[in-house]
């Protein structure tokens, strides 16, 4: 007959499937668990054992299902799942993560030598941990990490979690703090594991706001621990030394555009902590004596406002000047400026200009500077190299300096006190 719906009724069967079946499962814990701490989750609402909950009014939706919830106990039904129980601070936190979406199973135990057993669950879009640290969420890169590094016996690698994840000041990194150390994620550098003393020393350095940024190597207390600007080196858990990147920058042999016979070489050494060293030599090989100038000036793509330009002014005497110098040397020994910190990507990046005239005074040569990076010389800041990085860093460090196997400049930094490796020194 029309308008007649003849398959109503049991569309409405199984629209309520999972409300027996929550119901089913209920009453299998109050059978199975009696007294237990299980069982007891939902007589703290004074509901008694043998209540029901017939009415759809008493369930919640949820995206995936339906949820029946007591003080500190739920039980979540999907069409995939089933009916599953969770209860104590595993189903209190999830009630404030409920992105962790419904649980893929009931409470699983891990056991331990000393102790009672520790509860977790499986969500389908991460773990809840409830140990002695309390009930904390683990998703993501993060967890996946964890996974990977917890091969062992349970709480072997990292431990068991301290924090739930949480979000750094700078908006980009996320982390977990465990019983040994933390994992510490951004979108670029993925999740990486730093042990309890090399992320104590990081944070007190400044953290993810240091110079050395975020972690790009899991890190123990033997090894080397890399992170994106730098590397921390220890033993044992002692602090060994901590290593900022360096780039050098060689000019080679540079000759005058307009035919002077005058010719030179620079070199440009910095680090990302800030430090550089700029060094060279400029010579005269005719018979006229020459004011000089030599440069190096980074390359920013698109321009900038804001740069610098390392510039030697000296004179070199000819052959006419009987016992006058050839050759004018320079070297600044190290030197801190906090703007190679703040613009160390783009520098480690960059071309660099190599500049050589011969006449010029300051002003004019930095007019030529300008002219050949494309930027008015106003804005060039100008480096001439007067202190050591000692006199200006950080109070409880020092910097070690030294040459390398290759003869470039090198920077330690060590806690303050230690001594310096063998081949630096303060």
Known sequence: MMGEQPFGPIIDIAKRYWEFAINARIEQLENDLPGTQVARAWETESLGKGWRCRRADYYRKSPDGRVLRWTSAEVHWTAETGALFISGGIAD???????????????????????????????????????????????????????????????????????????????RGRYNHFSRGSIYWTPTTGAYWVSDKCRDWWVFRGGEASYLGYPVSDASDDGVAEFERGSIRLSNGAILGEYPHRRVVKSGTVHTPDGYPVNGWSELTIFSNGAYQYRGSIHCSGAP??????????????????????????????????????????????????????????????????????????????????????????????????????????????????????????????PKGEQCPDDTHK
């Open 289 to 414: 004596s020459y004011n000089v100038s030599m440069a190096m000036a980074p390359r920013f793509v698109g321009g900038s406002n804001d740069t610098r330009t390392w510039v030697e002014y000296g004179d070199v005497e000819g052959s006419l000047v009987l016992g006058g110098n050839l050759d004018h040397r320079w070297d600044s020994g190290l030197v801190r400026d906090q703007w190679i910190e703040d613009n160390w990507d783009r520098l480690n990046s960059c071309d660099y200009a190599i500049i050589l005239r011969v006449g010029f005074g300051p002003e004019d040569f930095l007019k030529v500077v300008g002219t050949i990076l494309g930027i008015p010389f106003a804005i060039i800041g100008m480096v001439v190299a007067a202190a050591f990085l000692g006199e200006h860093g950080p109070k409880h460090v020092d910097i070690c300096g030294g040459y390398d196997e290759n003869g470039n400049p090198k920077v330690i930094v060590v």
């Open 93 to 171: 936190l999830h009630r404030t993560m409920r992105f962790l979406g419904p649980p893929a199973q009931e409470a699983q135990f891990i056991e331990q030598p000393l102790g009672k057993s520790v509860p977790w669950v499986a969500f389908s879009k991460g773990r809840i941990y409830d140990s002695v640290y309390g009930a904390h969420a683990l998703y993501g890169d993060i967890l996946q990490k964890w996974l990977e590094l917890e091969t062992g016996p349970p709480g072997s690698g990292p431990g068991y979690p301290r924090t739930s994840e949480l979000g750094l000041l700078d908006g």
